[in-house]
């Protein structure tokens, strides 16, 4: 295992243990859940846009399941502040392994992009671009 990977694995173990931006939003322009039957991971994203009605001012999650899930999740809604509604729904995949800075196995991958696709559905269905999408689901 090289140094730099090691270094990721513990940043990952971080974010597992000490979470950021965990918790609620008091005021969000909208919130979404999700989950990963596969592994048990759910998630919860607040999200709160700027008055522009466009700009990710915050982002926060909540929830329960792995190391990679709860590690990406709180790794993705830092990132999330600042980004437009549009630049959300043009992150994937690769994206958030990426922020992970690790080769996750195919199992995984739907651990990590869990918050990805919460968020980003979220966003759909606050746009009216999606409807009747009671949670998302990674199958």
Known sequence: MSMGSDMYRQQILDHYKNPRNYGELDDPTFSHIGENPMCG?????????????????????????????QASAS???????????????????????????????????????????????????YQGEKTSIEKTKTE
Request: with cysteine.
């Open 75 to 125: 790794m993705l809604t830092g990132e999330l502040a600042g980004m437009t509604l549009d630049e959300l729904d043009e992150l994937d995949r690769d994206d958030v392994i990426d922020l992970l800075g690790v080769d996750i196995s195919p199992m995984r991958v739907k651990c990590a992009v869990l918050v990805e696709m919460v968020a980003q559905d979220g966003a759909a269905i």
């Open 41 to 69: 991971d759910e998630i919860a994203v607040d999200v709160q846009l700027a008055d522009d009605g466009e700009t990710i001012e915050r982002a926060a999650f909540r929830g329960d399941g792995c190391a990679i899930s």
